[in-house]
């Protein structure tokens, strides 16, 4: 169970630290800080003994209450059928803190109802109206529906008070409510609801392996303290911080933590020193050092990428308030200051060794943009958009210069388009093609739209129509079909009342040719084969003239030409042929004459040899 344990530990600080985001407004270089005032609502009803046997919801609380800075006004309630002050709202100091560590424990299953309405109510004490000097927030766990009766009916006009009485009134107040469900059986809509409507963070948890990454994005979006980069353990602290909050979950290897200080001390639990406090769960270990000595600092635990180095230092990050729910394609202006006591730093030769980035991650891909720095506002500045991003999207500020490091981290939830289409294709050029569209209207107000969409044809030809939602897009069709484009333009509010400005990734469809164009097409074709066939054999007649005609052209061709060519070959054939009878004969006669001579020689040899 110490995972489980961790898990929830994650999921208050992030609310914690989501609460703990303070909007601050700088006019000629100062800041005023906007007071904190955080409120914890704890479910414990009966239903929580199967959700939460083990009580998760203690150590998870302990968490918050040890994090929550000095100063800030804080509380805890506790609720069933009934609502209880677990611990008293006042100003946080370390007695309250100390109280609020004793009072978790007191937290059980014991509840008949859960009476979320009254909750609400009484947690919400003393807000009747806006205040731009304080940030509001209430974090509200639950694992239930609204139940305060047997009587199903009583439970519904309950549930329809909330929505319609107690709701406002908080918006109103521009408090934020954070929702937490525990279990598939709670109310997510009506949790979900709670937190958009008032720009909260909503997440559902159905099971302890899902406990962590949902925390962990509760994590991000809401931590607007200041941190210090991590890297296998090791974090460099500076001259500026005062305080430093180690915050190390454990594993279930069962390795002590241990702090090693640039000055070589090791540092652990049983460590008797006044400037560092350490408070101990099975799922983590949260130590406090007053005045950390400045260098290189180690962690002797097992690496985990949730443990932080959260500050407070005379040098600080001012980041513009970030909504913590938007639209695909919203555009997000991102802005930062750089602090020293509370005042924005305006010195020119300092922010110029300022190097600020901001990462973005979609999940599947990121992407590293560097801020802009703007002289004229002494700030860091980078702008973009969420595209066509539906989902968690994740920035991680970092700001380096020679003498510090601080990192900054959110979650942003992405709800994609304030519309949703549905495309009817025609298959003929007598009916248009329809697109038909519904409002997202558990995130946009659905009066508040206004709606421009662009059509191009497949010939590229554009069209721009004003939109009734209550009626589809019409768009003649052509016969040869072809991919059809339909983009919007869309300006609305959000259910917190935030005015927006998107363009959605546009709609395409393909529409098929109609029967009448593909027989056309063939017939067409057909024609064009049979005047291709003929064509061809023309062209074969063309190239091979009758015989008669041949030899008529010869008889023409042969007496202009050949007489005088054959008229001379005869005669030196007929040279040719006398010169070879001439050698022919002189070459008989001599070889008769010589024939002849031997013959006679031969005689006469005889004659005489016959004559001895």
């Known amino acids: 169970m110490k995972f489980s344990g961790q898990i929830i530990a994650i999921t208050f600080v992030t609310l914690f630290l989501a609460i703990n985001s303070q909007q601050i407004h700088a006019q000629n270089s100062s800041i005023q800080k906007n007071d904190l005032d955080i409120r914890l609502v704890i479910d414990i009803s009966g239903s929580m003994k199967q959700n939460d046997p083990n009580k998760l919801r203690i150590p998870a609380l302990q968490l918050v209450t040890n994090l929550m800075p000095k100063g800030a006004e804080s509380g805890v309630w506790a609720f069933g059928r009934y609502v209880n002050m677990l611990v008293p709202l006042g100003k946080v100091d370390q007695e309250w803190q100390e109280a609020s560590t004793q009072a978790a424990k007191k937290i059980s299953s014991a509840g008949l109802y859960t009476n979320i309405g009254d909750a609400l109510v009484k947690a919400s004490y003393g807000w009747t109206t806006p205040d731009d000097n304080e940030k509001r927030s209430i974090i509200l766990l639950t694992d239930g529906m609204v139940d305060i009766s047997k009587d199903p ?25 954070h929702t937490i469900a525990l279990s598939q059986n709670a109310d997510h809509e009506l949790l979900k609801l709670l937190s958009v409507k008032t720009d909260g963070s909503y997440q559902s948890v159905d099971t302890a392996e899902q406990l962590q990454k949902v925390f962990l994005q509760l994590f991000e979006m809401s931590a607007q303290r200041d941190a210090l980069p991590i890297s296998e353990n090791k974090f460099t602290v500076d001259a500026s911080i005062e305080e430093m909050t180690i915050l190390v979950f454990k594993s279930d290897s069962g390795k002590q933590t241990r702090l090693h200080s640039p000055d070589q001390k090791v540092i652990d639990r049983a460590t008797s020193d006044t400037t560092v406090r350490w408070f101990s769960t099975e799922g983590y270990d949260l130590i406090t050092v007053d005045k950390p000595k400045a260098g290189d ?52 030769e300092f922010l110029k060794l300022v190097e600020a980035t901001l990462l973005q991650d979609k999940g599947e891909q990121q992407q590293r943009l560097a801020m802009f ?80 969409a662009t059509v191009i044809n497949p010939l590229g030809e554009k069209q721009f129509l004003p939109l009734t939602l209550s009626e589809p897009i ?34 395409k469809f393909d529409a098929p040719a109609t029967e009448e164009y593909l027989a056309e097409q063939a017939t067409k074709l057909e024609s064009e084969k049979q005047n291709q066939l003929a064509d061809e054999l023309a062209k074969q007649t063309d190239e091979t003239p009758p015989e008669k005609d041949d030899s008529k052209e010869k008889q023409v061709v042969e007496p202009a030409i050949e007489p ?49």
């Open 153 to 177: 009916n009583v439970n519904k006009r309950e549930r329809e008070k909330i929505i319609n009485t107690i709701l406002p009134k908080l918006v109103k107040a521009n408090i934020k409510i």
């Open 297 to 348: 600092w180690k962690i002797e635990a097992d690496v985990d990428p949730e443990n932080r180095v959260m500050v407070v230092s005379k040098l600080g990050l001012l980041i513009d308030d970030l909504p913590n729910n938007l639209l695909s394609g919203e555009a997000i202006n991102y802005q930062m200051r750089l602090t020293e006591d509370g005042k924005v730093i305006a010195r020119k």
């Open 373 to 452: 720095h703007d002289s004229s506002a002494n700030s860091f500045k980078q702008n973009f958009f969420t595209d066509g991003t539906e989902g968690t999207l994740k920035l991680e500020l970092s700001v380096k210069s020679p003498t510090f490091e601080r990192v900054r981290q959110h979650s942003i939830n992405i709800y994609g388009s304030p519309l949703t289409e549905q495309v009817e294709v025609s298959s003929t050029d007598k009916t248009p093609h329809r697109v038909i569209f519904s409002v997202r209207e558990d995130i946009v107000q659905m009066d508040s739209l206004k709606v421009t």
């Open 474 to 507: 019409e768009i003649s069709p052509l016969k040869e079909g072809g991919r059809y484009s339909v983009a919007f333009d869309i300006k609305g509010k959000s259910l917190s009342g935030r005015d927006f400005s998107v363009s959605p990734d546009p709609v």
């Open 564 to 612: 005088e060519v054959k008229e001379d070959q005869t005669q030196w054939v007929y040279i040719g042929l006398g010169a070879n009878l001439v050698l022919f004969g002189l070459g008989y006669v001599v070889w008769v004459m010589i024939k002849k001579r031997r013959k006679k020689s031969a005689e006469s040899m005889l004659d005489e040899l016959s004559g001895e």
